[in-house]
């Protein structure tokens, strides 16, 4: 399989070797008839420590638990539980609660055994994931939860988990292991007053995330969600692979199409704005939103972007009929007085928060944001701009913002959204269309639908039949969770498609990405002596001068520490000081020779083109099947940065009228098209065609309005 041509997901592929896992294990299954056996199974707990292996849980007609257990100790059972031992060759329920049982015998560090675990699911912690709520002066621990799921997917969630202050023992509490890098149940009593106790949740608006993975060095990888899950395959093939016939690894799926649309220029938003007033305003005497409203209105004044559009930024107390951007504190947080004003046909809104746009630092009292040399090409400027933008194409009704073969290509399709409508009795989605004309007029149209029973569709009927077939244990359509799951349904006339989100996610090649990252790692060290060899003969296998010049610079550069060894970090600061170009072609050629032929290199090459397989799937867009169903995933629009904080994942193209794999492709072509807009996720490709975007902010239009 040509490796450009693959990408590699979260879903797994393994084979257990269930002769062996019998031969030192066996399983107890416990169900709980209800909640409150949830007491009882503690007590289990607690009560056979010295027996219980690994946790894990499962929910089928109930909450239930399976047990790894050592052989050959007995269970001491505890009544109001329904407990069954069996060997493991006569186990019958699915392979991944085994492999979950052997994960969680694993740690977040690269310890020399597998250990137990008590713990009902692995939340890998690292050291630096850590963070106190100034307000209440609790700490907080947020983790990875790493999951095998039915269909073999290996999810990754974040978790957090909040500091407990009066601990009861009732609660499910948990504590800190620092030395194996997990958040571990805590069941004894006795614990209470000798470790720091946490409790599953948030609690705040603060949200706790992992980066997705990074390139800049083998500490930043290790922290990331790639480099957990590069420590925990590596972990699981060193400690456990005696009981895999076909050890886990990630499924190369064939990727089908691939496309790297040219995006515009996200600066170019302001040209919308041409030749029209842009008013900045807070309606309250709050001094820090008085502060954050001048700045924001004295920065788009002095910016070349802005003149050269001709925008006449204003500065008022109120809203001004045109273009108004907003200046408030976020109503979510306590004791802050809602000062939202949604705006109406004359008088077009975006708002801005102290908290979100301003950087406001609760702890200090002060605001991060300032503007810059040119505030038309803040970042953070462009998206209000864009947001702004938005806001006035729905109240005139009219697409302005894409270009004139974009609203052409957007008018072949009817756009549709599903929207959960909270508290509603019965159960009730609102559905919500637009038709764009090949003018680009907007036409939209909302109705509500009831689920209980479920109404019917006069236009959609197709997604009626969608949902009477759906497995209710599976997915349950009269849950909130599963219209969140749903993106939108477009349709051509013939071809009727839902896209839907899904837990795949991309996964580069994470244990090739650790190896390239550990031999440039700056922290290790080199005997100075065999790196001076290993640079002569490089230099003398060459006949180029600047790359025969470039290794003598080297070797003197590293003469010159005169140490008998020394680390990476140590020689590239050496390089750098003797005026050694890292750019340089002659330098990068030297990395590579000693990237491919040693165990060290000073400067890795994953960032460069020969290296693009290793990352597949995260640059540019494409087309995949995966077990006969269609899936597409929108990477990075740029080159990859050192850091990537967000995890790129699949959406399934789900057909609910009309079933051609052909159309798939066609249909896939124009989402490319219509995903390949600045002015949505700022510069980067928007993961749904942009016609959603203002269905979802009509949406939310209608809600502000009470219209719902």
């Not at 170009?581 to 990068?588: A, E, H, M």
Request: glycine share 4%; hydrophobic share 40%.
């Amino acid at each position: 399989m040509d490796k450009d041509k693959i990408i590699l997901t979260s879903l797994t592929d393994y084979q257990l070797d269930l002769r062996m896992l019998d031969h030192d294990f066996k399983l107890a299954l416990v169900s709980l008839p209800d909640k409150k056996a949830q007491a009882a199974f503690q007590k289990l707990v607690v009560k056979n420590a010295a027996v219980i292996q690994a946790v894990t849980y499962y929910y089928e007609h109930g909450r239930k638990y399976l047990l790894l257990l050592s052989k050959p100790a007995a269970l001491q059972f505890v009544t109001g539980l329904q407990i069954k031992v069996e060997p493991i060759r006569s186990y019958l329920g699915s392979s991944n609660r085994l492999v979950q049982l052997l994960l969680n015998r694993e740690s977040g560090t690269a310890l020399t055994s597998q250990k137990q675990n008590l713990t009902s699911a692995l939340y890998v912690a690292q050291t630096k994931w850590q963070r106190t709520i100034q307000s209440q002066g609790l700490q907080q621990r947020y983790t990875l939860r790493i999951q095998l799921e039915a269909d073999h997917n290996l999810a990754i969630t974040t978790q957090t988990f909040t500091q407990e202050r009066q601990p009861k023992a009732d609660h499910e509490l948990y504590f800190w292991d620092a030395k194996r890098n997990l958040m571990c149940r805590c069941y004894q009593k006795t614990d209470f007053k000798q470790k720091v106790l946490f409790h599953r949740g948030n609690g705040t608006l603060h949200k706790n995330l992992v980066d997705y993975f990074s390139l800049a060095d083998l500490d930043h990888f290790n922290q990331t969600k790639t480099g957990v899950i590069a420590v925990l395959k590596t972990n699981l093939a060193k400690h456990a692979h005696q009981y895999f016939k076909r050890p886990l690894q990630f499924v190369p799926v064939p990727l089908l199409a691939d496309y790297k649309e040219k995006l515009p220029q996200k600066e170019t938003i302001w040209h919308y704005f041409q030749g029209q007033p842009l008013n900045v305003y807070c309606e309250s005497d709050d001094p820090l939103a008085v502060t954050l409203s001048r700045r924001i209105a004295e920065g788009l004044e002095k910016s070349p972007l802005i003149q050269t559009a001709q925008i006449t930024v204003q500065s008022n107390q109120c809203a001004q009929p045109g273009n108004n951007i907003q200046v408030l504190r976020d109503a979510r947080r306590k004791g802050v007085v809602e000062q939202y004003q949604a705006g109406d046909q004359d008088t077009i809104i975006q708002h801005v928060t102290l908290e979100n746009f301003g950087q406001l630092d609760h702890k200090t009292g002060l605001l991060k944001w300032e503007p810059p040399k040119d505030a038309g090409k803040d970042n953070q400027m462009i998206k209000v701009g864009q947001e702004l933008a938005i806001r006035h194409d729905l109240t005139e009704k009219h697409l302005q913002l894409p270009a004139a073969e974009l609203q052409m290509l957007a008018s072949r399709y009817r756009y549709y959204r599903c929207e959960w409508i909270p508290k509603a009795k019965p159960a009730a989605i609102m559905l919500t269309k637009m038709e764009i004309s090949a003018a680009g007029r907007i036409k939209l149209k909302n109705q509500r639908f009831e689920l209980e029973p479920l109404a019917a569709w006069d236009e959609l009927a197709c997604l009626n039949v969608y949902l009477q077939h759906l497995n209710p244990a599976k997915q349950n359509y009269q849950q909130q969770f599963f219209w969140d799951q749903i993106e939108g349904i477009l349709s051509d006339g013939t071809h009727v498609v839902l896209i839907q989100k899904t837990a795949y996610q991309i996964m580069p090649q994470v244990n090739e990405v650790q190896q390239l990252l550990s031999k440039s790692d700056p922290d290790k060290f080199l005997v100075t002596d065999s790196v001076i060899t290993i640079l002569t003969k490089l230099m003398e296998s060459s006949a180029e001068p600047r790359y025969r010049a470039t290794c003598s610079q080297m070797i003197a550069s590293i003469k010159q520490l005169n140490k008998a060894a020394f680390s990476i970090g140590e020689g590239n600061q050496a390089f750098k000081q003797s005026g050694i170009s890292f750019y340089g072609k002659p330098y990068k050629m030297i990395c590579l020779n000693l990237e491919a032929n040693e165990t060290f290199t000073f400067h890795n090459s994953l960032r460069q083109k020969v290296r693009a397989p290793l990352l597949k799937g995260t640059l540019g867009m494409g087309l995949v099947n995966i077990q006969g169903r269609f899936y597409y995933y929108v990477g990075s629009y740029q080159a990859l940065k050192p850091k990537v904080a967000r995890a790129v994942r699949l959406r399934q193209l789900v057909t609910l009228a009309g079933n051609n794999d052909d159309s798939r492709y066609a249909l896939f072509a124009d989402l490319s098209e219509l995903m390949s807009v600045e002015f949505v996720r700022n510069g980067q490709y928007t993961v749904v065609p942009f016609p959603f975007k203002y269905l979802r902010e009509y949406w939310r239009h209608l809600q502000r309005q009470k219209m719902v």
